[in-house]
């Protein structure tokens, strides 16, 4: 049953029916309460209902479990910054790059919140990195580092 639970709560999550998934991954829960990946399941149900202290206690349980999987420290940082707790997003979004540099979503989004934090110099860095790892990004953020660039004090 367990792979039942966590596979429909997935589906759920996909088509925006949080409340079945968030129901399913609590489930799953029942079947096998050590399971990280339906805490981080919920979470995401929780994420995307905007309850951000639900979301962050799951995930939070979820490395607990499973302290080296590099997505939980990701998702964490998600919703910290959903939740504009942008100082504990990025701890989260730096624990995930350190433990795998090559994720471009890591950079982007960690890029996103120094953009929300007016920190215009390392959001154009990390949007460069992530475009070098992986050149189809540069159509849809070479302009989003330009704006970042132009947010930069100009030197005179």
């Avoid at 709560?9 to 949080?18: F, H, K, P, S, Y």
């Avoid at 968030?22 to 489930?27: C, H, N, V």
């Avoid at 997505?71 to 998600?78: A, I, K, L, N, T």
Wanted: aromatic share 10%; hydrophobic share 35%; proline share 3%.
């Amino acid at each position: 049953y367990l792979d039942a639970f966590l596979q429909r709560g997935r589906a759920r999550l996909q088509i925006g029916n949080c409340e079945s998934a968030i129901d399913d991954f609590t489930k799953s829960l029942v079947v096998k309460p050590d399971c990280a990946d339906a805490y981080d399941g919920r979470a995401e149900g929780h994420r995307l209902r905007r309850e951000f202290v639900d979301a962050e206690a799951d995930v939070t349980r979820a490395i607990g479990i499973q302290p080296k999987r590099t997505m939980y420290y990701f998702h964490r940082g998600v919703i910290n910054h959903d939740a504009k707790r942008h100082t504990e997003a990025l701890h989260d979004y730096n624990r995930a790059i350190l433990f795998d540099g090559k994720q471009t979503d890591f950079y982007l989004k960690r890029g996103q919140c120094y953009f929300d934090m007016a920190d215009f110099r390392k959001a154009a860095e990390d949007w460069n990195i992530a475009c070098k790892i992986d050149h189809r990004l540069e159509e849809k953020y070479l302009p989003m580092i330009r704006l970042a660039e132009s947010r930069l004090p100009q030197n005179r």
